[in-house]
């Protein structure tokens, strides 16, 4: 029985792992923190409870066709909910758009704020879905090694599609900002403006409106349990606390890993750590990227986050409230094309409490705010305050409330924690953009060309950044390992 060893507890690792153990294989992983789940933590304090990292639950046959693989269902594990409304976007005080959880009432919704865009939207959701069906039912398990994975029938057909921003599709068919804002919103998970995001992927418009946004009881965390059971169910061994120092090579072939000083033997080592920093574990001999490529790519926006308990229930705000009160593009290029603090930015906050109780005490408020930022940038308790006051004085104004003499505890957590945390390259949040020149093929390899039994999985690789892509990667991962071998 061949060992593994799978660097980080995220959830392309936790995936990997359990495809592999499955196979048979003997897997250890091996994470730097001291709880799983990589980004995907938990928060605990007073009450309250916060999902660190992800907080949308979309795509939910990802999630369904993973536990299908070990003949199990997410229900086995955890309890879903979906989100009715879906979530709430302000534009001014008291201005917002409530997108429902039904598709017949977001189309009226559309025709309201501008006539005959609902006609629009019922063609764009059409190619929307069958962007979707060819993309997750096909191109997103590819392993990206060649462009001939993406040369299908379908795609030939519609290939204009990855050569036209989804911005410009959907700007020369709606005018109202309101509704382009929306549209072009889902996009924003894949970590690049909408602008450079080929229209091949308003297959997420389909993920938002045509299957919605669910809600596990508990949060993601329990989403992270649920693997993480099913991995130990599997035969996986899982050890936290365990930092990864070294990925040790002899004449080109893994050997094993340094963790805290000490040496651990492995025929295959996988690392679901950010790609940058797994390739500084190895001499530089046996890096297949350098310092300039890695400079030279688009990077998701990274974010500063604040955890924060109120003491009362708020006021005119959803469970997912997204605050578009200003300009998205000047947004936009403050994080992409001239990186540096967001003179106005745009924010999203999320209030588990109102659907979960589990979140905060009886009567109260757990929130979570988050701010898109350019990574590598300046991160200091002095700006990360000024932009606590800020973005918490326009909710005041927007919703019509006073919440800031409510506040019984706030955490914040910024590039700095990222790269800490995470080891993440210039403290990104989500990995690397899937812009039209870093999709599929063109994303950093998940086999080492330099390293025999050497692989990578998660954001920074294919599919893309996300919690259903990582989870897919983490199957492709497994898939190439298991062929490698034979």
């Known amino acids: 029985m061949k060992n593994i060893i799978i660097i980080g507890s995220g959830f392309s690792s936790l995936s990997a792992s359990c495809y592999l153990a499955n196979k048979g294989y003997n897997v250890t992983i091996l994470e730097k923190n001291s709880s799983v789940g990589g980004r995907a933590r938990v928060l605990e304090k007073l009450g309250f409870k916060f999902d660190i990292g992800p907080t949308w639950y979309w795509m939910p046959d990802v999630f369904e066709k993973f536990f299908n693989d070990f003949n199990k269902k997410p229900s086995d594990f955890y309890d879903l909910e979906k989100l009715a409304p879906a979530y709430q976007v302000y534009f001014n005080m008291l201005d917002s758009i409530i997108i429902s959880d039904k598709i017949e009432e977001i189309y009226t919704i559309f025709e309201k704020e501008e006539k005959g865009s609902s006609i629009y939207l019922k063609k764009f959701l059409n190619a929307a879905k069958f962007n979707y069906e060819i993309a997750v039912n096909n191109m997103v398990y590819k392993p990206g090694n060649s462009i001939t994975e993406l040369i299908t029938k379908d795609t030939i057909i519609n290939v204009s599609q990855f050569f036209k921003s989804i911005s410009k599709e959907i700007r020369n068919n709606i005018k109202s900002k309101k509704l382009i804002q929306i549209l072009e919103f889902p996009v924003l998970f894949l970590g690049a403006k909408p602008s450079n995001t080929p229209n091949f992927y308003n297959f997420m418009n389909y993920a938002d409106f045509g299957l919605g946004t669910w809600h596990p009881k508990g949060g993601m965390f329990e989403v992270v349990k649920g693997f993480t059971s099913l991995a130990i169910s599997l035969g996986v061994t899982i050890k936290t606390n365990q930092n990864v120092e070294k990925i040790e090579v002899v004449k080109g072939e893994v050997k094993g890993v340094k963790v805290n000083g000490e040496f651990f033997k492995a025929d295959i080592v996988i690392s679901g750590a950010d790609y940058h920093h797994s390739e500084t574990l190895l001499d530089e001999k046996y890096r297949m990227y350098s310092e300039e490529y890695w400079s030279t790519k688009t990077f998701a926006p990274s974010s500063l986050l604040f955890y924060v308990g109120f003491n009362k229930k708020l006021k005119n705000v959803s469970h997912h409230t997204l605050f578009f009160d200003t300009d998205f593009d000047a947004h936009a290029i403050e994080i992409y094309d001239m ?25 109260q408020e757990a929130a979570t705010f988050l701010i898109p930022i350019a990574p590598g940038i300046e991160d200091t308790p002095i700006i990360r305050e000024h932009y606590f006051q800020k973005i918490i004085n326009r909710l005041e104004k927007l ?27 210039k403290g990104n949040a989500y990995g690397l953009a899937n812009t039209l020149t870093q999709t599929a093929f063109l994303r950093p390899k998940i086999k080492s060309k330099k390293v025999k039994n050497l692989f990578f999985t998660g954001q920074l690789t294919v599919p893309g950044p996300g919690v259903p892509p990582s989870i897919i990667s983490g199957k492709i991962v497994a898939e190439m390992v298991t062929k490698n071998q034979f």
């Open 339 to 363: 990186p540096k603090w967001p003179k106005e930015p745009l924010f999203y906050a999320s209030f588990p409490s109102i659907t979960d109780n589990s979140f905060a005490p009886i009567n």
């Open 399 to 425: 919703t019509n409330q006073n919440v800031k003499e409510n506040i019984v505890f706030k955490e914040s957590f910024c590039v700095n924690d990222f790269i800490a945390d995470y080891n993440s390259y």
